[in-house]
């Protein structure tokens, strides 16, 4: 049996978009390969590891483990819509500033969730953002100055 | 190897009738997929056996979280996300939201729902010893109609339930009882974020002048299924909390339980630890306590 592709209407960063693929498509393959929006990184694909974290609905999500069939008149926002335009988002500009990225890979990943955090609890304690950040692994282990530019970013 | 995604289907039926419909009318064929948090794992691993599934994310009749003054119902959709913020269940049903906390990450949690939980059936699910403890109900419908079954009796083996093949779970409901009971649990993993379980304990207890009135255990990983320790129980039912009482606990517990060596642990290890996670429980509920743990 071969299924077929299917249309799914959604938007991603602000822009309404038809995308034909596979239902079982993992949405990290079809945001990366068929919209070329290569910010979030495929790490583990298996919802360990945080650096394809998109936000689906404004809710933190591992884009590895939603298929795409249940992103219908979703609303998704990529690493790529954060900044609007050269304004970088205050998360953004703390972890410049701290310099809360070293190779890169988990970087997308970890302004998600911090942005994610900051939008559910906009004053957290050193302990809340490192609940918040539990889900994103940064293998170069930079996680003192990820946390102290989270810390920062909230109090601006 | 990766999954050969042509051969996947996964519908989105607009409603609950049509989703009843497709189970009913091709028996074994459909499975439901709900967050997707376990099943797109095992996609990717190209470890998906089964190819043709039913989305129930979606279905407003599978969401929302109802109470009356008897009871609190969940349904199936109900994310680990929306578990620890609702008001109700954080005061009184204080373990399922810590479970919830426990599994994965926030991520996670915004997409692992309790009732993809429960037909996931893992003996390393973390709200599942909670449900066990708080005797919760389960909601199956199908095109023949609904009914509401214990949960106690409703995994039967490894990745067993008792339901069929044309049922699905619509809510999970929760009594309204156990507000004033002493509630407990504590999970062991390799890391305090995203670990699975090596063990894990639920615990409600009604304890007066050190003595156990009534007492409900339950655990994770260390049986086929989540498991009810009734025998535990029985043997810890109207003792006062001693020395004694624990040693007898750590013995019925041992002959209870039936861990296996895995990836994550060994038998020996979760054996032990169960025994001690009672025993820490018993020992902090009680007085005048000496025992070496």
Known sequence: MTIEKITIDCTVNHTAHSIRAYPMARLLDVLREGLRLTGMKEGCGEGECGACSVLLNGELVNSCLVPVAQVSGANITTIEGIAAGDQLHAVQQSFLTHGGAQCGICTPGMVLAAISLLERNPNPTEADVRTGLAGNLCRCTGYMKIFAAVVEACQK | ?293
């Not at chain 2, 989703?19 to 997707?36: C, E």
């Not at chain 2, 619509?170 to 379980?197: D, E, M, Y």
């Not at chain 2, 004694?244 to 861990?259: C, F, G, V």
């Not at chain 2, 895995?262 to 979760?270: G, L, M, N």
């Open chain 2, 1 to 293: 190897m990766r999954a050969y995604l042509p051969a996947y289907d996964l519908q989105t039926p607009a409603n609950l009738a049509e989703a009843l419909r497709l189970l009913a009318d091709a028996p074994g064929v459909w499975k439901p997929f709900a967050g997707g948090t376990d099943l797109m794992v095992l996609l990717e691993a190209g470890k998906l056996a089964h190819k043709q599934f039913i989305s129930l994310w979606h279905l407003p009749e599978l969401r929302g979280i109802s109470i009356t003054d008897d009871s609190i119902t969940l349904g199936a959709m109900t994310t680990y996300s929306q578990v620890q913020t609702h008001p109700i269940l954080q005061r009184e049903f204080p373990l399922l939201c810590q479970a919830a906390s426990w599994t994965g990450s926030v991520a996670i949690q915004n997409r692992g729902t309790i009732g993809g939980n429960i037909a996931n059936a893992s003996p390393a699910a973390d709200s599942l010893p909670a449900l066990l403890v708080y005797e919760a109900e389960l909601e199956l419908v199908s095109a023949r109609g609904a009914r509401w079954v214990s949960y106690q009796s409703f995994h039967t083996g490894y990745k067993q339930m008792a339901m069929r093949s044309d049922e699905l779970i619509k809510a999970i409901r929760l009594p309204r009882t156990t507000n004033q009971w002493i509630q407990h649990s504590r999970k062991v993993g390799t890391r305090k974020a995203q670990a699975i379980s090596k063990v894990c304990i639920a615990a409600l207890a009604k304890i007066e002048n050190n003595t156990i009135h009534d007492i409900r255990l339950a655990f994770g990983s260390v049986a086929p299924g989540p498991l009810r320790c009734v025998q535990t129980e029985a043997v810890l039912k109207s003792r006062a909390i001693d020395d004694a009482t624990i040693k007898d606990a750590r013995s019925a517990l041992a002959a209870e339980l039936t861990p296996i060596d895995d990836i994550r642990s060994t038998a020996e290890y979760r054996l032990r630890v169960a025994g001690n996670l009672l025993a820490e429980f018993l020992a902090g509920n009680g007085i005048d306590f000496h025992s070496d743990r």
